[in-house]
């Protein structure tokens, strides 16, 4: 009884080894690169990281300064005067006078800094398309709505 035990044993295990058996050997080495490459204790993950967290702000500020510098343009083309220009300064900075606590309180007790970073990131990017589309559209409150959701 042993013997059959031990031949069928055998004959239940593959000879070259099965598709099934090969696919899981290798998607336990992708996780275990991926493990490896991406382990928050590595010095890679840190500085990618810090990399990335250092970016995180270059958009939003690229946006902020460039009406500034476009300034001539926005006037001619709207047909604005360098007060209502200034408006888009003003609205940009409105929201962050107090923004600062609400936004510090949502980050710390509601949303979580990931999920915070993202929600916050996206109004910034919103604000900039609905900007950008003002623009576009010389429609100068569009562009004021905006400026305003940006900040």
């Given at each position: 009884m042993e013997i059959t035990t031990e031949?069928?044993?055998e004959e239940n295990q593959p000879l070259l080894g099965s598709s099934i058996n090969n696919g899981l050997i290798n998607q336990q080495k992708k996780e275990s690169i991926w493990k490896q490459t991406f382990d928050?204790?590595?010095k890679f993950y840190r500085y990618f990281s810090l990399v990335f967290i250092c970016l995180l702000t270059t958009?939003?500020?690229f946006c902020y300064v460039l009406p500034g510098a476009l300034e001539k343009e926005f006037e001619h083309d709207l047909d604005?005067?360098?007060?209502k220009f200034t408006i888009f300064t003003s609205l940009y900075s409105w929201p962050n006078i107090i923004l600062c606590f609400f936004g510090g309180f949502l980050i710390?007790?509601?949303l979580g800094v990931r999920l915070g970073t993202i929600l916050f990131s996206c109004?910034?990017?919103i604000g900039q398309i609905m900007?950008?589309?003002g623009a576009y559209t010389k429609n100068i409150w569009l562009m004021y709505i905006g400026r305003f959701v940006f900040g």
């Open positions: 031949i069928e044993s928050p204790s590595k958009g939003p500020y604005i005067s360098t007060t710390d007790r509601v109004f910034v990017t900007f950008a589309f």
